[in-house]
């Protein structure tokens, strides 16, 4: 199972149409797949104690123990993804380790493309996450209302999830 999971809090979010997008793609290839959006399932603020406890949080845990591989879709938050991806992250800690990841960031401006580095070490160096090194980075103006309408940035989508696929089966292997 692939973990797909949307970090942005926004009602008309731009990396939830990246994460959508690398759903829809994953499902084409049969792949099985899960959506947890922290829009839809707030997480409570990891506390180092009792938020553990949380139904949401035990949920997100248990998803990303059983999945394959996981897409991160976040928005750019001050130079790395947004709390709540770093949040969930927080919350759900060991359940990482060993994951192959990849990455799917929208921004407001081309100067933050080296982002997902912050995050992408945290996972790499406290996790041994395997980070795919292909990056999505999309500005405003690859979006028309709630479709992506670049072709590059469609493409790069197109070879981030054929490479999450055949990484994640190679490991499976
Ligand atoms: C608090 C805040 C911080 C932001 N920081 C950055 C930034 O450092 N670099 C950048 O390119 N865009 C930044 N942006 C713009 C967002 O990345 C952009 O609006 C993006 O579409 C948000 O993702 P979303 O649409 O999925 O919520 C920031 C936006 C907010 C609200």
Redesign the pocket.
Known sequence: MILVISA???P?????ILADTAKSKLLKKNASVEVFDLSKKPLPLCDGLTAYGDSNVQELSRLVQEADAILL????????V?AAAKNAIELTGKAWTNKLVGIL????????YM?AMGVANSLMLDFRCLVLPRFIYA??DAFQGDELCDQQIDQRITELTDELIRLSSAIKK
């Not at 008309?12 to 939830?16: F, L, M």
């Not at 879709?73 to 790395?80: E, F, I, M, R, T």
């Not at 960031?105 to 933050?112: C, Q, T, V, W």
């Open positions: 942005s809090l926004h008309e979010s731009r990396s939830r879709a976040s928005p750019v938050y001050n130079y790395d947004n960031l929208a921004a407001g401006g081309p100067g933050s982002s500005l405003g």
